[in-house]
């Protein structure tokens, strides 16, 4: 104000001239991100509905799982939970400083895994999962971190499997945030066999998955694997660096896997049988060689399966033109997979409880290579 009380006309002239900058940037900038930035951000994420009409379906997010039904922000992308809502929020309140928060994060985590600093590992990887969980290689990657790198660092094997099994975690809700990807599904695969199956600690972590899970970890393996390959088949979704014919061979390769370690779970029974006998312990003898049969007619079936998955994965990929030394090795490994069959199959036919010991002689353990 001047001393007549009169106002400033120059106080006048700024707040005018700020006010009209502010309109021309705003001219300027909401063209420019309504109509290129914004859509083609959209188009980068594969969604196709218009800012306004998501924010409208956010707003009747409360009232829709209120009512018992599943919630969708864009038509076609996974359900939305209660516990999606913070890190929808988080991104939204971030606005332009997303980007530098999660290279913040990710340069901790590492730095963190590498001090062998764990107490925070958890909620970082949390919080770089809100911001980009439109990313399968972000889920991939981190819980290649939690699985291999940060679970080795523990002397504990119930620590060690603690990890891996964070590792799992973060995978499957990788999966429920991606379930078009074909490469998080291959990776939980990957998990499940390499980690869980026959890793030098494997005779630990298998156990805790059959407790846990009621099945070998092979078996999961595979259908982790299995799911892969039909989602790979409608949505292409793999990535680089996975090679399409090698992935899913995997799937083949489990369930061989599996039908191996049932048919040492055979010969473990049936040795255990005749030590009994040998012993004088008729009854352990018995209730031994009852576990064996049926680990046999397990381990039949599971060779069954495992030959006819190799038989359908070398006539696909003959129609689609693979390698002839890609093919050839499927049909060796169909050729493994017959023997074992056609061997136990004769077994089968012919062993009883009196010849049991006789018949053991001409067994062999298979071992995995």
């Excluded at 009169?6 to 300027?28: F, I, K, S, Y």
């Excluded at 990807?181 to 066999?193: D, H, K, T, V």
């Amino acid at each position: 104000m001047s001393r007549g009380g009169q106002p400033r006309a120059g106080g006048w002239t700024t707040a005018v001239g700020l006010l009209l900058v502010a309109v021309v940037l705003a001219a300027a900038v909401y063209p420019l991100r309504r109509y290129v930035v914004e859509p083609r951000r959209q188009r980068l994420l594969g969604r196709h509905e218009p800012p306004g009409r998501r924010l409208a379906l956010c707003s009747q997010f409360a009232f829709s799982t209120a009512a018992g039904t599943s919630v969708r922000i864009v038509p076609g992308r996974p359900a939305l939970e209660l516990t999606d809502l913070p890190s929808k929020a988080v991104t939204l309140i971030l606005g332009g400083f997303r980007g530098p928060y999660v290279v913040y994060l990710w340069i901790k985590v590492e730095e963190e895994k590498h001090e062998k600093v764990h107490f925070d590992l958890i909620d970082r990887y949390t919080k770089i999962a809100a911001l980009q969980s439109d990313y399968p290689e972000m889920w991939v990657f981190h819980a290649w971190n939690l699985a291999w790198n940060v679970s080795v660092q523990w002397q504990s094997l119930e620590r060690k499997y603690q990890w891996i099994r964070r590792g799992a975690e973060f995978l499957r809700e990788g999966h429920r945030k991606n379930p078009h990807s074909a490469r998080i599904l291959a990776e939980l695969g990957r998990l499940y066999s390499e980690k869980l199956g026959k890793s030098r600690e494997a005779f630990y972590y298998a156990e805790r998955v059959r407790e846990e899970e009621g099945r070998s970890p092979f078996l999961i393996a595979y259908e982790w694997y299995d799911l892969a390959r039909q989602v790979n088949d409608r949505y292409d979704s793999l990535g680089r660096g996975l090679s399409k014919p090698v992935t899913y061979s995997q799937a083949c390769h489990n369930l061989s896997y599996y039908a191996r370690e049932l048919t040492q779970e055979t010969y473990d029974a049936f040795k255990v049988s005749v030590d009994a006998r040998a012993d004088g312990r008729q009854a352990d003898a018995r209730s031994a060689f009852a576990r064996g049969k049926d680990r046999l007619d397990r381990a039949i079936d599971a060779w069954a399966w495992a030959r006819r998955e190799w038989h359908d994965q070398t006539l696909r990929f003959e129609r689609e033109g693979a390698p002839a030394v890609l093919l050839e090795v499927y049909r060796r490994f169909y050729a493994e997979a017959d023997a074992f069959h056609q061997g136990l199959v004769q077994l089968h036919g012919t062993l009883t409880y009196e010849n049991l010991p006789e018949q053991f002689q001409r067994m062999e353990r298979p071992e995995f290579r």
